[in-house]
């Protein structure tokens, strides 16, 4: 017989489980926030209840294990590139592992649920201020230059970054009339790159920049 009581606290905690993940995300205005989060957990925990009661004892997973390919397509959509960069990864994780959770509420799993709740909490907020330290020693930018040909300087900003104490990973370049575009791909610390890009807008010859 159903417990209706029991569904009804399992549908609590998993709006408790599914908001603390989502406040993290909605601070971060991602494209999946507050009642996003909350929805998929709900939504996990109901279809491995109603997964258990409709399964009986026989095959009782036969709805839930579809859980895992459905929230697969569902991240795939947050996930976009944007110029060298890729996004939306750790939202997709975030909705994922929150499907995982509302998993563990509707099977009965109450504490292992609410301690995973808590670690990824702990990752979403307090692993960011080491994400943001992380990006400030090794961060990756890109530079548009556009600049007069000269033959002896040809080469003159590809030579500046290695001044600053930046990599070039990548770069293209380009001459239209007596016009040099360059397009550079360069990774170093975020102080060089602040430098770097104090020199360029002060270089009077420098057309055309982008960073």
């Known amino acids: 017989m159903v417990n209706e009581q029991e569904i009804i606290t399992k549908l609590a905690l998993s709006i408790l489980v599914g908001g603390i993940i989502g406040i993290e995300r909605e601070m971060r205005s991602k494209s999946a926030g507050f009642r996003t989060i909350i929805l998929i957990c709900m939504g996990a925990t109901l279809f491995t209840i109603f997964s258990q009661i409709i399964g009986g004892t026989g095959n009782p997973d036969r709805i839930a294990s579809n ?87 040809q080469h003159k900003y590809e030579k500046m970054f290695g001044n600053y104490g930046l990599s070039v990973k990548s770069s293209i370049q380009s001459k239209a009339g007596n016009m040099i575009t360059g397009f550079y791909t360069v990774k170093g610390k975020e102080s060089r790159h602040h430098a770097f890009i104090e020199f360029i807008l002060n270089d009077s010859e420098v057309t055309d920049f982008s960073f």
């Open 67 to 153: 859980i895992v390919t459905g929230i697969g397509f569902l991240g795939a959509g947050l996930i976009y590139r944007n110029n060298n960069r890729v996004n939306g990864i750790t939202t997709a994780a975030s909705i994922w592992l929150s499907a995982a959770l509302g998993m563990g509420i509707g099977a009965g799993y109450y504490i292992v649920s609410i301690i995973g709740c808590l670690l990824v909490a702990s990752v979403l907020f307090i692993f960011s201020f080491l994400d943001t330290f992380i990006d400030k020693i090794s961060q990756v930018r890109e530079y548009k230059i556009v600049y007069p040909y000269h033959a002896k300087h």
